[in-house]
C-alpha cells in the first residue's frame, strides 16, 4: 500500500506558490531573471575555460571589464548581437540554438 506524504510539493508547485502561475506577470519576471543569470553563468563557465579574466574578454569585444562582471553575475538585460560577440568573437566559440 503506498501513502503519499501530502507536504511534499515538487518544484513546479513550489514555484507557482513562490513566483505565480506560469503566464503571470510575476511568473514572467522570475524566469527572465533566472535565464539571465544561467546565461551569465554559461559565459564565466566558457570564459573560465578559455583561461580568460572578465577584462581580457571585454578587450576582445570592445566592452567595459564591468560590462561582462554584471553579464556574469546575471545584472544585464543583453542584445543577442552582444552575446554572439560574446561568444562567437570573444570566446571563439560556435552558437547553437536549439528552441524547445
Known amino acids: 500500500m503506498e ?9 513546479a508547485e513550489h514555484l507557482d506558490k513562490r513566483h505565480g502561475k506560469t503566464g503571470t506577470e510575476t511568473r514572467t519576471n522570475f524566469e527572465i531573471k533566472a535565464k539571465s ?6 559565459i564565466k ?9 572578465q577584462e581580457q574578454l571585454a578587450d576582445k ?4 571589464k564591468s560590462f561582462i562582471s554584471r ?3 546575471g545584472h544585464s ?4 548581437s552582444t552575446l554572439y ?8 566559440r560556435k552558437i547553437n540554438l536549439t528552441i524547445q
Open 3 to 11: 501513502t503519499k506524504n501530502k507536504n511534499i510539493k515538487t518544484f
Open 37 to 42: 543569470f544561467a546565461i551569465g553563468e554559461l
Open 45 to 53: 563557465e566558457e570564459r573560465k575555460l578559455a583561461n580568460m579574466t
Open 61 to 64: 569585444i570592445g566592452a567595459k
Open 71 to 73: 553579464i556574469e553575475n
Open 77 to 80: 538585460d543583453i542584445q543577442l
Open 85 to 92: 560577440k560574446l561568444i562567437e568573437i570573444g570566446l571563439g
